[in-house]
């Protein structure tokens, strides 16, 4: 399964078919890549054959068939966009992945940490909440393929017929000799870095319908100085919203979380990027890392803002370091402020300046931002209704053979009367945080 994942990218310009060591089949012909266009893939609605493998081998697998993403367009949208993370290969993740294909999505967002492959050998298969605590002598080095290649075979049945789009999380840092880092992620993802004007694999966009989809990489570069940034600026600034009224934003670590278990970890990247997404109206920021749900309320520089995004984390796809439950607001769960080291960048924790948290790191009550919090594995599903309303389920795991019955849901409404970009530009001030 190593070259089989499928990701179909739309692109206003140029749509082709992204597919690693896969090939579209049209009858009984095999049409070379570069020729394969959206264009033909729109003339045979949206379904194509496929087969994938080494060409040159009797190693072919069997035909799959394949649903496209639909063209550009405000009135026309994926059936149903599932969002997971944090997935792994545990009887957890199979119960959340059965659970997510009976939903029957037509996209899959998958927003980090995706097999934890990196810490297989050394945990002896069962991975430990703290990998740090439980091997301090033993840096994660591992890289083992058989462990992506088993993930590979069990995400295969989903993700040969349901385009599936990526991000990095730090289980695929994966650290090597030399200085090699995200080898396996990076081979083997097709991503369309360069068709979204990316100079980078660890970011990219895409359309959907008329969904623009932004990916940012947390792990590599995102200071307002770095050619991320200047990407990011760039490509929110040709966003047609006429074409594409939806931006939704994903990247592995959260920037609002109220959980213990990775606090204010990513602080540093929030300060940097939040007001240029604020800026330009993102509609949902979908994250993982954090093993747990939650949903927050429509923020900006942690104060509750109308025009704000909304900041969901599903990182509780079912992976091997088990659920986090540890609230930061929670008497003794407040986190010390080195507790929570990213692998990559720095930390620029903060302290509330107002507000009932003034003054502290942490809450003394469930912060007003966090709107619902449960710590359950389970995935997400998003329906685009039209340019105004959408529909976010979210599914827990132990409701996944009782009838539908979403553990949180509600419609995301937008208003672009009022938090068009020329009415959203503030400045955040990194020392008045969360001031009324
Ligand atoms: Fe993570």
């Known amino acids: ?130 990998f740090s605590c439980a091997f301090p002598d033993a840096p994660i080095r591992e890289t083992y393929q058989p462990r992506w290649d088993g993930w590979g075979r069990f995400m295969e049945p989903l993700v040969s017929r349901v385009p599936m789009m990526v991000i990095e999380g730090n289980h695929e840092i994966e650290p090597q000799a030399a200085g090699i880092t995200f080898k396996s992620y990076l081979t083997r993802f097709a991503l369309p870095a360069k068709e979204s004007g990316s100079s980078s694999n660890f970011y990219y966009s895409f359309d959907a319908g008329g969904v623009h989809f932004i990916m940012l990489g947390a792990y590599v570069d995102y200071n307002s100085t770095g050619a991320q940034y200047a990407w990011l600026k760039e490509d929110l600034r040709k966003v047609d919203r006429t074409v594409t009224p939806w931006l939704v934003t994903a990247w592995h670590p959260p920037w609002y979380n109220s959980y213990s278990s990775h606090y204010q970890e990513f602080e540093c990247m929030r300060q940097e990027m939040e007001q240029l997404l604020y800026h330009y109206g993102v509609d949902i920021v979908f994250s993982g890392h954090v093993h747990a749900y939650e949903r927050m309320n429509r923020v900006y520089n942690y104060t509750l803002d109308a025009c704000g995004p909304i900041y969901i984390t599903v990182g509780d796809g079912g992976n091997i370091e088990k659920v986090d439950v540890d609230h930061a607001d929670e008497p003794g769960k407040c986190p010390s402020q080195g507790d929570n080291m990213p692998e990559i960048g720095g930390v620029c924790h903060l302290n509330f300046s107002s507000g009932p948290a003034k003054g502290n790191f942490c809450w003394d009550r469930q912060p007003e931002w966090s709107a619902y919090r449960e710590s359950s594995f389970g995935h997400g599903i998003l329906e685009v209704l039209n340019s105004t309303y959408a529909l976010w389920s979210w599914h827990r795991n132990q409701d996944t053979y009782k009838e539908d019955s979403p553990g949180d849901q509600i419609y995301i409404v937008r208003q672009p009367d009022i938090c068009s970009p020329s009415t959203s530009l503030k400045v955040i001030s990194h020392f008045n945080i969360y001031s009324h």
């Open 1 to 130: 399964m190593a070259k089989k994942v499928a990701s179909i990218v739309a692109k206003r310009e140029e749509m082709q078919l992204f597919i690693a060591n896969c090939t579209p089949l049209r009858g009984s012909s095999i049409i070379p890549l570069p020729s394969f266009t959206m264009s033909e893939l729109m003339a045979w609605n949206q379904r194509q054959n496929i087969t994938c493998g080494d060409s040159s081998l009797p190693a072919m697998s069997e035909e799959h068939v394949f649903e496209t993403f639909p063209l550009p367009a405000q009135n026309s949208y994926p059936r149903r966009i599932a969002v997971i993370g944090d997935l792994g290969l545990t009887r957890n993740s199979s119960t959340t992945i059965d659970h997510l294909s009976k939903n029957d999505p037509s996209l899959i967002l998958m927003v980090g940490d995706l097999t934890y492959a990196n810490q297989y050998l050394t945990t002896g298969g069962k991975g430990v909440p703290c």
